[in-house]
Every structure is written in structure tokens, then in C-alpha cells.
């Protein structure tokens, strides 16, 4: 599987703002949700349309976490592995995730199905162990727990 279907392209995004710095941060949001990364051709384009020097746009993307400068998976998996979560076997869903996936944490998976992160942190201690999937927290998560989540996702 390549890249997810885009109703969109690259071009389209970039008419949508003026030709100015200050929008630079939105048009990498767009670019980001639209195609799950910002490539090097996606940069060049933006930093061309706004005037803003390649360096800039590449810290800027570096320095924000919700940014990627490679592919991401369809869907992303975040494992918190803050205290309460790491006492409560997060690192043992990390490592079963990583086995099943065929990807170590901070990667994706070959088909862009998957992308496999740890977070020291997700705030919410008390649902340890705690793993959010595509922005939906999933509490207590238990080996059968991932079983049911990644067979929904597998057939979506």
C-alpha cells in the first residue's frame, strides 16, 4: 500500500493562502493532515510560495512535534510511557506492538498502515496503562484489548 488516496494536491493547499510569511505555519498544518507528512518537495514549494528561507521552514518542522517530515502510517499509535503507565506494563505493550507491527517505536510500518511512537506523557494517569489511537484515548489497554483495536483497524 502506498500513500492514502488524496482528494487533494499540493497546489490546491497553497492557493488557499496569501503569498506571505506569517501563514507559513498553516499551510504545513494542511500539508500535514492532507498527506500525513510534509516532503522536502512539499517544503520547497511552501518556502517558495511565502518567502520564507528553507531553514526556517525546516526548523519550524522539526521544532513542532505535530509535524513529520516522513511518511506517516494511517493510523498512529502513541503508548504513554510515564510512571503510572510504565508500572502498569506499557513497556510490555510497546514491545508487543513492535513484534506484531514488524516496527520499532518511532517508526512506520512498510505498507503506511502503521506509525508506532512512546510519549513520556499523555496526562491521564489514572487510565494507565493508557495508549491513544489516532487521537482517541484507549484506557487500560490489555494484550487482548490491542488484539480487538489493531483487528478493527486491520479492516478498515
Do not use: W
Amino acid at each position: 500500500m502506498s500513500q492514502p488516496a488524496i482528494d487533494i494536491d499540493i497546489d490546491e493547499i497553497i492557493e488557499r493562502y496569501p503569498g506571505s510569511p506569517e501563514y507559513l505555519i498553516f499551510l504545513l498544518q494542511d500539508i500535514q493532515a492532507a498527506f500525513n507528512y510534509v516532503s522536502p518537495e512539499a517544503l520547497t514549494l511552501v518556502c517558495d510560495h511565502t518567502g520564507v528561507p528553507q531553514s526556517q521552514a525546516y526548523a519550524v518542522t522539526t521544532f513542532y512535534q505535530s509535524f513529520s517530515l516522513e511518511p506517516k502510517g494511517e493510523h498512529d499509535l502513541k503508548v504513554c510511557l510515564g510512571t503510572a503507565c510504565h508500572l502498569k506494563g506499557a513497556p510490555r505493550i510497546v514491545e508487543d506492538l513492535e513484534r506484531r507491527l514488524g516496527v520499532a517505536s518511532g517508526g512506520t510500518t512498510e505498507d503506511l498502515k502503521y506509525s508506532l511512537e512512546t510519549v513520556n506523557c499523555l496526562g491521564a494517569c489514572a487510565l494507565a496503562p493508557v495508549m491513544v489511537v489516532d487521537e482517541d484515548y484507549q484506557p487500560a489497554v490489555t494484550a487482548k484489548k490491542l488484539n480487538k483495536l489493531l483487528k478493527q483497524m486491520d479492516q478498515e
